[in-house]
Structure formats: C-alpha cells, structure tokens
C-alpha cells in the first residue's frame, strides 16, 4: 500500500458531518496527509422526465452552489482549531456540481487521494430507490481504499484494563 498522504472527505454540513471530519481530520493528522473536504451540489437534469418543477431549475442550482461556497467557507474557519488540534496542517474545501457519487469518484482520481473518509449514512426509502447509495457507489468503484464511518453507532468503550 502506498503512503497516505491526500485524504477526500466528503460532507453535506449536516450535524453528522461534523463527527465525519473529525474522524477524517484525525486520520489525516496521524498521516501528516492533506485533508480535501467536498460538497457535491446534486443536479437535476437527470429528473426532468420525473416531473415538471414549478422554478427554473438552472437558477435553482446557481443558487444552491453559491449557497455551498458559502457554508463551506464558514464550516472550515469554524473548524480550524479543531483541524490544528488535529495535526492537519492542509485543508481544503471544494464545491463541486453533478451526481454525488460520480463527482466524488471523479475528485478522488483528479486529485489522486489515497484514502476517503466518507460516512454510511444518507438516503434513505423512496430517495435510496431513486438515488442510489452514494456510499455503496464509492467503496465498490474508488481508485482507492474508502473508510466507512456510520455516524449513527455509537463508539466502542475500551476495554483496556
């Protein structure tokens, strides 16, 4: 296996994000690796056949990109200090537009990662059926090893004595 030293961390700034990047941020300290956090704005030109949207859905995803590059702005000065205590000296957030799954892929081969930090969670029901699993799609086709986290599980106590 080849020295970890670029880490993609896909997030969506929900309240599980955060023990995501943590775990992340922890695993790339430990490596001394670079940190890439990225937000990928779904599109919906794939759906258009499904149903007529009442807005101009170009605006829509404009709107929903800039509204991104602004939480990511925010979320990584928010979690600076938490990044340095981490010994991640290298962040960087990126926003990026298409399907989830495949922008996400694409990233990882662009940028040559060793290693995504991803969470288990995200659609679920009707939405799963529809959008797949973004986190099924990424560990069967990555270019490289993909660590789960299920944001839901509560951590193990150690049983050391």
Known sequence: MQKISSILTPIDFSDNAGKIVKAAAYVAGTFKAELHLVFVVQTFEDYSGFFVPPINLPNLEEELFASAQQQMETYL??????????????????????????????????????????????????????????ADKVVKTACCPVMTINPYREECESNAA
């Open 77 to 134: 000065e928010e979690n600076k200090a938490m990044f340095a205590e981490a010994g991640v000296s290298h962040v960087t957030g990126k926003v990026l537009s298409g399907d989830v799954g495949e922008e996400i892929l694409n990233y990882a081969t662009k940028k040559k990662v060793q290693l995504i930090v991803m969470g288990t969670h995200g659609y679920k029901g009707l939405e799963r059926i529809m959008f797949g699993s973004v």
